[in-house]
Structure formats: structure tokens, C-alpha cells
């Protein structure tokens, strides 16, 4: 399911499929990350058979490329749930 989410980069080449992250992120929110650092931590920590489940079959994401992603996505949606940050002030903030 998360692999029908357009990717925001385009469909240039990429190390990490889309769908594949968020499936990341997802896991490592309801594990109890609450930051892009966090997520790249526990991508770290995770093993060859969760990363391969998850279709990370190459080096587990850093934090920045996290982070990019998450940038990407809020732009593209126009909104930062649970936030009053608009995409416009976010983007001047964190350079996307």
C-alpha cells in the first residue's frame, strides 16, 4: 500500500524505493521514534531480515536521507500534520 504513494523525487534512479521508507518510518514510530535521528537510529540498529522485509535490501538509511524524504513529503502534501508550520516556512527553514 505505501508503495502507491507518489514519490516526490521523481522516477530518476534512487537507492531507496518510497513505499520501502515510509515502511521504515512507520516501524520505527510505533517503536517509539520520535525524530528523522531517531528513525536513522533505529534503521541502524535493525537487522539484515527486518530491513530485507521492509525491502531494504542495501545499507539501512541515514538520518539525512531520512530527513530529505520527510521534507519532500511535507512540501508535497502542503501541510505538517499536527503542526502549524506551513510547507513555505519548513521549506525556507530546512533548505528544501
Known amino acids: 500500500m505505501l508503495g502507491r504513494i507518489p514519490d516526490p ?12 521508507l515510509l515502511a521504515l518510518c512507520l516501524v520505527a ?6 525524530s528523522p535521528a531517531a528513525v536513522g537510529r533505529f534503521a541502524a540498529d535493525t537487522d539484515y531480515d527486518l530491513r530485507e522485509q521492509l525491502g531494504l535490501t542495501s545499507n539501512a538509511p541515514n538520518a539525512s536521507t531520512l530527513e530529505r524524504l520527510l521534507a519532500r ?13 506551513s510547507a ?3 521549506g525556507a527553514v530546512h533548505g528544501v
Do not use: D, E
Request: aromatic letters at 8%; a positive charge.
Open 9 to 20: 523525487a521523481g522516477s530518476g534512479a534512487r537507492r531507496y524505493r518510497l513505499g520501502s
Open 29 to 34: 514510530v510505533l517503536g517509539g521514534a520520535t
Open 73 to 85: 513529503l511535507i512540501l508535497q502534501c502542503g501541510f505538517v500534520i499536527g503542526g502549524s508550520v
Open 88 to 90: 513555505s516556512s519548513y
